[in-house]
């Protein structure tokens, strides 16, 4: 099949079934239109690259299987997404960068003192994110060894933090 007969074939599918398979979508996501739309896009993305395989035995169940598939895992996560609100928050102040900065400074110099591998496990855990379980690899050490770094790192910057009278220079 040539490119641009595989790309009109799926047109048509999608042409076709877009309705029925919207209304399944919606009714996988509670009612949520943008929701079933998104998921249908998703769907039909994975349908796309797997058209050869599919076309000729069955793309529709092949899609309904990706959407139940999608509308199951996105159920399962946490929505952590924007609400909307009747009046919208005051703007930030402008910040003072140069506190900021002299923060950043203040920061860097206290984490100096920590030994070298709560240093390591407290950098790599809070400025670069990297979770526990990469830490604790990047470090070479068991897992609850790097989460124990990270704790007395983090506590001992505490303390540091609260004897610092005013900015290190």
Partial sequence: MTGQARVE?????????WPALLHLARLLTGGD??????LLQEALVKLWFAWPRVAEQAP???????LARAAARSARRRWWGEQPVGRLPDPPGAADEA???DER?????????LPARQRAAVVLRYYQ????????EVLGCPLGTARSLTARGVARLRQLLAE???PVE
Avoid: I, M, N
């Fill in 99 to 101: 506190a900021a900065a």
């Fill in 60 to 66: 529709e169940a092949y899609v309904r299987k990706v």
């Fill in 9 to 17: 074939e799926f047109d048509r599918f999608v042409a076709a079934r």
């Fill in 164 to 166: 610092a009278v005013s």
């Fill in 33 to 38: 239109r943008h929701r079933a739309e998104d």
């Fill in 129 to 136: 994110d990297l979770p526990e379980g990469q830490v604790a």
């Fill in 105 to 113: 400074t203040r920061l860097e110099a206290l984490l100096a003192l």
